[in-house]
């Protein structure tokens, strides 16, 4: 509506959602997410290529990028079948966990918005991606005697 058609956002925010165990105000759960959205050109233009749109890869990559500054080594993305409201559709688990879902927003839930590019988002569960951070982690020692690709000896007489 105002003309901005390359778009690269992020939100942090409370959602409230209805969960059949009881909370303290009803049955509501409050947690921090993670928003991302994705929309236009990726890369500016150049002369001597077309100017490529984001894609879902984009989108991973960003969610990567996130992982990884949160010092997190344990991730796995699981493609899922389209939806009505989502295409190329997948879910982000965390040593085992789903913590979020990722995709492209569907033809029918865009043209009910009047947008006329492909949009891809992602939603991610910040509360519990920040308590995964905080779990001790386990180290290893390195080898005493580290992995060669090559071994050379010499004999050299005096």
């Known amino acids: 509506a105002h003309g901005s058609k ?4 992020f939100e942090l925010g409370r959602v409230y959602t209805v969960s059949g165990e009881g909370q303290t105000v009803g049955n509501f759960v409050e947690s921090e997410k993670i928003s991302i959205v994705l929309s236009g050109i990726a890369d500016p233009m150049a002369f001597d290529r077309e100017a490529p749109e984001f894609d879902i890869f984009d989108l991973k990559s960003e969610i990567e990028r996130l992982l990884t500054f949160l010092k997190l080594d344990s991730w ?8 009505k409201e989502y295409e190329q559709y997948l879910k982000l688990f965390v040593n085992g966990m789903e913590l979020g879902l990722a995709g492209r927003v569907g033809g029918a839930a865009l043209q009910n918005s009047s947008v006329e590019q492909e949009v891809y988002f992602a ?5 519990r991606l920040l308590e995964i951070r905080n779990i001790a982690r386990r180290f290893k020692a390195p080898p005493k005697f580290p992995f ?3 071994d050379l000896s010499f004999l050299v007489e005096n």
Do not use: G
């Open 148 to 150: 060669a690709s090559i």
């Open 6 to 9: 390359n778009l690269k956002l």
């Open 123 to 127: 939603e991610l569960d910040l509360t």
């Open 76 to 83: 796995d993305f699981i493609s899922y079948d389209s939806t």
